[in-house]
Structure formats: C-alpha cells, structure tokens
C-alpha cells in the first residue's frame, strides 16, 4: 500500500518567505508527526497530532513555526519568515492510535537562500 | 531534558564481521527504546524496540537489550552484510509524553566486501 508522502521534495526558498510543506499520512493512521533533520543530526521532534488536535507542540522552535491538520489525515507544516537557519530536511512520520512503529515519509528538503 | 547519545560514525568494517553500536540515553522517567535503521535513499524505519528494563529486541539478526543500571541499548549484529550499510539511530519516548520521541545523531555503518 501507499506510505507517507510528503511534498514538495524540494523546496527553495528566499529569506524572509512564507513557505508550506505537506504530509500525506498512511491511511487509517491517526497518529502523525512532524521531525526537522539537520545535516549530520537525528530527527528533531517538533509537533505530534492525535487525529485532528495537535497532542504536543513542545518541539515547535518560534511562533513562525505551525501546523495543522484540519481534517485527521493531511498535515501541513507552515513557516513564515523563514530565516537560513530553517534550511534543513523536514520529515512526516505517522502511526496507528497506541503504536511506537512510526512510518516516515522521505522528507521535504528546504533551503532558504 | 531526555537525549539520547550514540556512537560517532562513520562505522567502517568486512562483511561477516561484527557490529556493535552504542547508545546510552538519559531520561527521567522509564522510557521505551528503539534502533530505526535508514538505508541509503531510503527513509527511516523502525528496526527494533524494547519498552521495559531487560527486553531484548531482535530483528534481521540485529539484538539490543535494555540496560537500565548502565541506561544503555547497544545494537549488536554477529555477521553483518554488506546490505546492512545504512544510518542507525537510537532513540527513545518516555511514556509521559506519548509521540515526542528523542533521536541520537545517527551512526553511519560501511560494509565492505
């Protein structure tokens, strides 16, 4: 079946730009969750959802960052005056309700010139 | 806070040879541990998981054990193959906070043949 997918693959961006990335979870997963990889580090935890709610937050750096997921399945991730400090690789992951197996999806890479 | 702290790669060795990778983790509370796995062009996947002290998690021949008096799970594999070049990454979730998982650095492994 279809796993997660994320777009745009690549993202390029000026500073100081408003810029939308897109997750599309595996069907009937209603956990989801949103990580940023920075070259040569682990994914670091930003936002998790339970269904439409956003569970935690905590990992979110600024207010430019935000996320949603209005409907239970498509997340979008949105950051509004992006800074170079933002280029990174944003990765989607999701889950069945109660389950540790997170599948990710292959990551949006964002660069901010 | 929790964080997770993971052997420097990259990790370079012969096919049939053995493998470890330490991961030792800091937390407050008794978090679950897990080893995803990140083949190249790949996104990560969960490889193993154990959710209390002692458990032993297997798969594909790799074996972590969770050691809580040295807050340690090191991945070990006895004869690893050349398909087994990937990133690894340890990482934990503390039950108190449900989806925000913590990940190490990620440990590059090169088999050679």
């Known amino acids: 079946g279809a796993g997660v997918s994320q777009t745009p693959s690549n993202k390029v961006t000026e500073k100081g730009k408003y810029v939308e990335l897109r997750c599309d979870p595996i069907?009937?997963?209603?956990?989801l969750y949103w990580y940023r990889q920075s070259l040569g580090q682990g994914p670091e935890f930003l936002i998790y959802?339970?269904?439409?709610?956003?569970?935690?937050d905590s990992g979110l750096p600024n207010d430019r960052f935000f996320a949603v997921r209005p409907e239970g399945s498509v997340s979008t991730l949105k950051i509004q005056r992006t800074e170079r400090g933002d280029s990174a690789v944003y990765l989607c992951?999701?889950?069945?309700?109660?389950?540790?197996?997170?599948?990710f999806g292959p990551g949006t890479r964002l660069t901010v010139t | 806070g929790d964080s997770v702290t993971q052997m420097e790669g990259p990790v370079t060795l012969s096919e049939e040879a053995f493998l470890t990778i330490n991961c030792t983790y800091t937390?407050?509370?008794?978090?679950?541990l897990f080893w995803y796995v990140q083949y190249p062009g790949e996104g990560l996947q969960l490889l193993l998981k154990?959710?209390?002290?002692?458990d032993k998690g297997s798969n594909k021949g790799f074996e972590a054990t969770y050691r809580k008096e040295t807050t340690s799970f090191h991945l070990e594999k006895g004869s690893v193959q050349v398909s087994d070049s990937a990133v690894y990454f340890c990482a934990l979730s503390d039950p108190r906070a449900w989806g925000k998982f913590q990940f190490g650095a990620g440990t590059q492994v090169v088999v050679t043949p």
């Open positions: 154990a959710t209390k002290a002692d």
């Open positions: 937390a407050t509370g008794y978090p679950s």
């Open positions: 959802f339970q269904g439409t709610g956003a569970a935690d």
């Open positions: 992951a999701s889950s069945l309700e109660g389950s540790y197996e997170q599948y």
């Open positions: 069907s009937g997963h209603t956990a």
